[in-house]
């Protein structure tokens, strides 16, 4: 159910934040034609940006003119805590004699 905010009215669906008609300076947005700043986009938006105010530790695309630069993608390497290493011969004596 949409909700007023400053005089308009802002749907729950994804679109403009409450903040965005601020940033325009209450200038009208034409749908579909106009874009609104990113600074209210929060993460998991598909263009999230480090225009946005929400990124600052996280990692976030930029703008190139009109075109979208995704973030550098880490690769990432997965530790397995349930994989068994055996205890050395040295380490099970060790462990026998109660010293760690």
Do not use: C
Request: proline content about 15%.
């Amino acid at each position: 159910m949409p909700r007023p905010v400053a005089g308009r009215f802002v749907s729950w669906s994804p679109g403009p934040k409450p903040g965005s008609y601020k940033e325009t300076g209450g200038v009208p947005i034409k749908w579909g034609e106009d874009h609104f700043p990113d600074t209210y986009k929060q993460p998991g938006h598909e263009t999230f940006s480090e225009e946005s105010k929400y990124a600052e530790e996280l990692p976030a695309g930029h703008w190139e003119g009109e075109a979208y630069m995704p973030p550098p993608v880490a690769p990432v390497v997965e530790a397995n805590p349930y994989e068994f290493v055996p205890l050395s011969e040295a380490e099970q004596e060790k462990f026998k004699r109660g010293q760690r």
